[in-house]
């Protein structure tokens, strides 16, 4: 699998899916999810509203409508809570959950934002090296995936991630 890390805005991505780091309800928010429903247009809201909404590690997938990509798959990330409540497997089932669905639906390319790094809380070192490392031991059919980075910091710690091999 190819692997790297980006700059840019992930409702530009031309892949065949990206993920969305979504909450629980599944009908927008902030961040990246707001991003996401924003450019994928009204269509979006209404069917993740038909999806009954998504556990903390869980992902499901919709049609990108507007977007370049032609799947989102929403996954719920752990909000922070200090790191002793299960937050570390439960983004690692983000990534491996996200990658099984891209398989589901025949995704062979896939962008992923920073899980859980923004309002959620989670230490953006911590959160790389869980999303570098899942993304690389999880079996897959998905031939690329592109970490795509909100700013600078978020780029300088992928990119130390992938170089390091961890």
């Keep these: 699998m190819q692997l790297e890390a980006v700059l840019g805005d992930i ?3 031309r892949v065949d ?3 969305n780091a979504a909450n629980s309800t599944l009908l927008g928010g902030g961040g990246v999810d707001g991003a996401i429903h924003r450019a994928a247009g009204p269509e979006l809201v209404e069917a993740c509203r038909a999806l009954g909404g998504c ?3 869980g992902a499901k997938v919709t049609p990108g409508f507007d977007l370049l990509a032609r799947w989102v798959i929403h996954t ?3 909000y922070w809570r200090g790191g ?3 937050e570390a497997e439960a983004l690692a089932e983000c990534y491996r959950n996200s990658l099984a669905t891209a398989d589901e639906v025949g995704a062979a390319t896939v962008s992923f934002p920073a899980i ?3 309002i959620f809380g989670y230490p953006l070192d911590a ?3 869980i999303a570098v490392g899942t993304v690389r031991s999880t079996p897959t059919s998905v031939a690329a995936v592109r970490f795509v980075c909100f700013d600078s910091q978020t780029l300088q710690a992928y990119v130390e991630r992938l170089e ?3």
Excluded: F, M, N
Aim: charged content about 15%; cysteine-free; glycine content about 24%.
């Design 76 to 78: 719920v990330g752990p």
């Design 17 to 19: 899916a990206i993920v």
């Design 11 to 13: 409702t530009l991505e």
């Design 127 to 129: 959160a790389t090296e």
């Design 164 to 166: 390091r091999g961890s």
């Design 84 to 86: 002793g409540a299960g």
């Design 116 to 118: 859980s790094t923004g």
């Design 55 to 57: 556990p903390e590690g």
